[in-house]
C-alpha cells in the first residue's frame, strides 16, 4: 500500500486565490482526517469524516475553508479566498474505524498564501 | 472534550542520556495514548502506543508509562542518539469513533 497520498506538496499562491488539497487515504480506512499544523498552534483538527461522511468540522476556521470527501478514496480541502494567515503545512490521515487504531498521516502539503 | 497538556516544549540532552516527556489529559473516558515523532519536514509517525488497561510499555530504547488515577502518561527515551532529534507529540483518544487529541509537541534536540 502506497499509504495516505497527498497533492500537491507544495502550493504557493496569492492572496485571493482558490486553493483546493487533495487527499486519498489507505484503502480500507473508514475515517479521513485533514489537520493544519503551524508553529504557533501545533497541530489543529480542521475536520473529519466517517464512510465519506463529515462527522464534525468544528475545527474548519472560517466559511472560506471547505471539505468533501466525494467516495472513500478521495477528499478535499478548499480554501477560497486563500489569506496569508492560512500558510500551513496540512496534513491528511486516515484509519480504520475498530478499536485502537493508528492513524496515519500522509506526507502534507506545504502553503504558502503570499 | 479532551484536552492535551504536553511538556516540556523544546528538550535539550546530551547524546547517552535520557529524554522524559510528559503528558496530561482530562477526560477520564480516554483510552489509548499514541506517541508520534515528526522529523524536519516530515510527516508524523507513530513510535509507540499504550492503552488503558497497561501500565508500562517499552520497545527497544522507548518505553511509555500511564497513570490513569492522575491522568498523565510520558514517553521515555534511553540512551538517546543523534538521530532521536526531532518533535514529539503525545495523543489521547477513544476506541473506536472519536478522533485523537494531541499535545502540541516536544522539540528534542539531541547534542552529539
Known amino acids: 500500500d502506497a499509504g495516505v497520498i497527498q497533492s500537491p506538496r507544495h502550493e504557493v499562491t496569492e492572496m485571493g486565490q482558490e486553493v483546493t488539497l487533495r487527499c486519498k487515504p489507505i484503502s480500507g480506512h473508514d475515517y479521513l482526517f485533514w489537520y493544519r499544523q503551524t508553529m504557533m498552534r501545533g497541530l489543529e483538527l480542521l475536520i473529519y469524516f466517517n464512510n465519506n461522511v463529515p462527522i464534525d468540522d468544528s475545527g474548519m476556521p472560517e466559511d472560506r475553508f471547505s471539505a468533501k470527501m466525494p467516495n472513500a478514496s478521495f477528499s478535499t480541502l478548499k480554501i477560497q479566498p486563500s489569506e496569508p494567515r492560512d500558510s500551513a503545512v496540512y496534513f491528511c490521515?486516515?484509519?480504520?474505524?475498530?478499536?485502537?487504531?493508528?492513524?496515519?498521516f500522509g506526507p502534507g502539503t506545504r502553503l504558502t498564501v503570499l | 472534550g479532551e484536552n492535551v497538556e504536553q511538556h516540556p516544549s523544546t528538550l535539550s540532552v546530551q547524546e547517552g542520556d535520557s529524554a522524559v516527556i510528559k503528558c496530561t489529559y482530562s477526560d477520564s473516558a480516554s483510552n489509548y495514548f499514541p506517541w508520534y515523532k515528526q522529523e524536519l519536514g516530515k510527516r508524523p509517525q507513530l513510535i509507540i502506543d499504550?492503552?488503558?488497561?497497561?501500565g508500562e510499555k517499552k520497545d527497544q530504547r522507548i518505553a511509555v508509562t500511564l497513570n490513569k488515577t492522575a491522568k498523565h502518561f510520558s514517553l521515555h527515551i534511553t540512551e538517546t542518539q543523534p538521530e532521536d532529534s526531532a518533535v514529539y507529540f503525545c495523543a489521547a483518544g477513544r476506541s473506536g469513533n472519536t478522533p485523537l487529541v494531541f499535545g502540541k509537541g516536544t522539540r528534542l534536540s539531541v547534542i552529539a
Open positions: 490521515a486516515s484509519r480504520t474505524g475498530t478499536r485502537y487504531n493508528e492513524q496515519f
Open positions: 499504550i492503552r488503558s488497561n497497561v
